[in-house]
């Protein structure tokens, strides 16, 4: 049940950062730090794109650098620093860091079905566990919405921590991680209210669509697939 009591509403948008060259391969990324690929930063500027005409009080970011360049990307349009949350660094999955998945099921066949399946009782070999990841989402959450009342902040995280967010704020917990999505460049928008809160979109990726996607005529300098030497926004992949 969800009893966050807040002074004012806080409407949070979280936005998976753009994709690395490890996501697109299906590798656990946790807490390497990797950049971000061409279509990563082409995505964040899509993101940047589609919220440079929300009044923001503030731009946080996972300390890790896929998140604070693709955090960087958003707050310049709004003269705005980014603020650095180690809480809402991505998941520690140890020796599986660097792995694909497929190397991972080969590996560790029992941990990696039970991953899938029930994440909740895995923890990665030198990782954390997935309620230890929550309790610090939590926390950083809290601190968030006491500083923030009455404003609109973007953070900009990862896809383990924005699912817990989103889980959390529905009222699931952490056993449910596989329900909703969060994918490289996806928002998702929450409103904070006084005991109460209301997901009013989730994983959204219009904004990395191809104005031909959406019937429009496509621009000279637009970017998508089927065109030599440009780099298609939509995701790939949905490593973390």
Request: glycine share 10%.
């Amino acid at each position: 049940m969800y009893t966050i009591r807040v002074v004012k509403p806080v409407r949070l948008f979280t936005v998976r950062h753009g994709e690395t060259d490890s996501a697109r391969e299906r590798r656990f990324t946790g807490g390497r730090d990797v950049p971000l690929s061409p279509r990563g930063r082409l995505q964040c500027e899509a993101v940047a794109g589609a919220l440079s005409g929300v009044f923001l009080g503030a731009v946080y970011a996972s300390p890790l650098a896929r998140a604070r360049d693709t955090a960087e990307a958003i707050a310049v349009p709004h003269k705005l620093p980014v603020r650095l949350a180690p809480p809402f660094r991505e998941m520690s999955f140890g020796e599986w860091e660097g792995l694909t998945r497929a190397e991972v099921a080969v590996r560790y066949p029992e941990a990696y079905e039970t991953w899938r399946t029930a994440p909740q009782l895995v923890i990665p070999p030198g990782g954390e566990a997935l309620d230890a990841v929550a309790a610090r989402v939590t926390t950083g959450l809290n601190a968030l919405l006491d500083e923030h009342a009455g404003q609109t902040v973007v953070l900009v995280a990862h896809a383990v921590v924005i699912r817990l967010l989103v889980l959390h704020a529905l009222g699931l917990g952490p056993e449910r991680l596989w329900s909703v999505d969060a994918s490289p460049g996806g928002i998702t928008e929450i409103e904070y209210q006084d005991g109460w809160v209301t997901v009013h979109r989730m994983n959204t990726l219009t904004h990395l669509e191809e104005p031909s996607d959406r019937g429009e005529p496509s621009q000279g300098s637009s970017v998508g697939e089927g065109h030599p030497g440009r780099v298609p926004l939509f995701p790939s992949g949905d490593a973390i």
